[in-house]
């Protein structure tokens, strides 16, 4: 018997607009995948092209998903490998009343919302780097002395402003990283500059560039890797790696929907690093389930039936 196969398209706006070196970003417009398997287990994917990550259009890639739904075979983009390789995934197979261990996220500050998370996330690289750097170190002082601070340039620094951030971080406590300062092409570069500064970096960009984290492991890079799942083709390798770097493995969202957000909770659960899965992009959208606004947040706490359930109402 044939595995039946659905896909449905999921478009939303956001709370409020979100703001990166790639633009303003106002909502999130994916495919979600269903596929239900002959011994009735149950999975979801999702296709998410990302603004800075991918440059398909949800349009471009339905003659894909329709052959995939037909039970066609066709030449798969990777962002749409990537559905199918959720699809697959071990994280489907835990069902019931499993729990995972619980997960630490941080804090996105867009409008100063949720202080209570001891992680934040800044964006950087929009503005000169001069007045961005004066706010940037004002606001982390009145951060409380255990928070930790990521700030995000989404690849926008030159290697010039790069170095001004650099010499203004040199020493600050609060900071855990800087993500992905220059663009992917420049990282040779910032694998020199962090021979020279205790500043930690981390990849992110350039991961989804390079075909994942592991070739750059093995190129050499020693900083944090921020993996986005849901842009990765094939998941069994990701979370190998994963396993392999929990403390070094920054498992994080592109806002999907909750299909494919419980899909990278799930993920999350095999790194010790605060994961970067903040909803409040989405407060107040009545798909939301209240478990996934939760901090600490709990793996499968929203079951494949809670799934199939908001699955009949779009």
């Keep these: 018997m044939k595995a039946s196969r659905q896909f449905r398209l999921y478009d939303e706006k956001f709370a409020y607009p979100l ?4 633009g303003v970003w106002e909502g999130r417009r994916s495919m979600i995948l269903r596929e239900e398997q002959s011994d009735g287990l149950v999975s979801y994917g999702e296709v998410a092209p990302t603004p800075g990550f991918t440059n398909c259009d949800i349009d471009d890639l339905l003659p894909e998903v329709e052959a995939w739904a037909r039970g066609g ?4 983009t990777p962002i749409f490998l990537s559905a199918l390789s959720c ?3 071990e994280v489907w197979r835990f069902a019931g009343d499993f729990k995972g261990t619980p997960i630490m996220c941080s804090g996105l500050d867009v409008l100063e919302e949720n202080p209570v998370n001891l992680t934040r996330k800044r964006k950087i690289g929009l503005g000169s780097p001069k007045s961005e750097i004066d706010e940037i170190l004002e606001w982390m002082s009145r951060l409380p002395e255990q928070a930790k601070v990521r700030l995000d340039a989404n690849g926008s620094l030159s290697i010039e402003s790069l170095q001004l951030w650099i010499d203004a971080l040199e020493g600050e406590t609060k ?3 800087v993500e992905q300062p220059l663009a992917v092409g420049q990282l040779e570069e910032l694998k020199s500059l962090s021979r020279g500064t205790s500043v930690p970096f981390a990849l992110d960009e350039s991961i989804v560039e390079g075909g994942g984290p592991e070739p750059l492991r093995i190129n050499g890079w020693e900083g944090y890797y921020v993996i ?3 842009l ?5 390798e990701m979370i190998r790696f994963i396993k392999s770097e929990p403390e070094k493995s920054i498992v994080s969202t592109v806002f999907e929907s909750p299909f494919g957000y419980e899909a990278v909770c799930r993920c999350a659960s095999h790194s010790r690093a605060v994961a970067g899965l903040d909803r409040s992009l989405f407060k107040g959208n009545p798909k939301e389930f209240a478990e996934h606004h939760s901090n600490p947040l709990i793996p499968h706490a ?3 039936l809670q799934l199939d359930q908001l699955w009949e109402s779009l």
């Design 19 to 22: 703001r990166t070196a790639h």
């Design 73 to 76: 075979s066709t030449s798969f």
């Design 87 to 89: 699809l697959s995934s």
């Design 175 to 177: 900071l855990e990283f």
């Design 228 to 230: 986005k799942p849901s």
């Design 232 to 236: 990765f083709p094939d998941w069994e």
């Design 302 to 304: 929203v079951g494949v």
